[in-house]
């Protein structure tokens, strides 16, 4: 049975520990400098998080615009520096069409996230039909007038997934299509196995694979003093999540030695 993030506030600091963080956008207080298009469209300002520290969001709102939106937002380049299943994590916030008094028909819920793989940075927005859309984001919660007044916007938290990647980089986009939302926060990231000793054996960082059935297996170098046992060597397997499991062979510590705790010490 798993347990609330606030209730295990050790496996919450270990799966943020095996996060490799690509972009993170609540990091840069100076200027994001996406690229925006068109001009009137995704508008970069200045906020505060929830813990009021200073970011950057972004935000678009042409709702009373009578004409269908089309205005895209794209990161800059983002070195996937080994990882192949890269996760994309946002919060944001989507304004309620129905609260909005005399809103255009045109007037939607939902925004597009897409992304371009490359091996260098595209710089300006790219053609559209270069993109891959990842997924339709719509919010758990939108906010109304109501809220407004009472300075509650009603933060949403959307993860999604990109892989298998092969390029070097990538850019992110974002469509709006007719909405009322801002973009408070974009963190991108992928896992890895940290570094770990099992059975006298060392086991580095390793970058986990991108599908969730495969397993990546791992050879482990003897800690000093001991020795691989030729008729099981060990092994681990890296998993999807960043998890080590199904631990195979040992080390044994050489002559004169024996096992203290992950290392074999001289006897005394």
């Not at 974002?174 to 896992?191: E, H, N, S």
């Not at 006298?200 to 000093?224: I, K, Q």
Request: hydrophobic share 30%; glycine share 8%; net charge negative.
């Amino acid at each position: 049975m798993e347990c609330r993030p606030e209730a295990c506030p050790y496996r919450s600091k270990w799966e943020e520990r095996v996060k490799v963080v690509l972009l993170n956008s609540k990091e840069t207080q100076a200027e994001l400098g996406w690229t925006s298009y068109p001009p009137n469209g995704w508008e970069e300002i200045s906020g505060v998080d929830e813990k009021y520290k200073p970011i950057r969001t972004y935000q678009v709102c042409n709702v009373m615009e009578p004409m269908q939106q089309n205005n895209w937002l794209q990161t800059g380049w983002v070195t996937r520096r080994g990882g192949q299943r890269i996760f994309v994590e946002l919060q944001f916030t989507l304004r309620d069409c129905n609260s909005i008094p005399g809103v255009a028909g045109t007037c939607k819920e939902t925004f597009n996230l897409l992304y371009v793989e490359t091996d260098r940075d595209l710089g300006g927005v790219t053609r559209e039909d270069r993109y891959t859309k990842i997924d339709t984001i719509a919010a758990d919660e939108s906010f109304t007038q109501g809220d407004l007044g009472e300075r509650k916007m009603k933060l949403n938290t959307e993860v999604r997934e990109i892989g298998h990647l092969n390029r070097k980089g990538f850019h992110l986009a974002f469509q709006d299509v007719g909405a009322c939302v801002a973009l408070v926060a974009v963190r991108v990231y992928y896992k890895r196995c940290l570094a770990t000793v099992q059975n006298l054996a060392v086991f580095p960082d390793t970058v986990a694979e991108a599908s969730f059935a495969t397993l990546v297996e791992v050879r482990g170098n003897c800690v000093n003093n001991s020795e691989v046992d030729a008729d099981s060597p060990p092994r681990m397997h890296c998993s999807a999540e960043g998890e080590w499991l199904v631990p195979i062979g040992k080390c044994s510590c050489s002559a004169g030695y024996e096992e203290g705790h992950s290392s074999c010490e001289g006897r005394k």
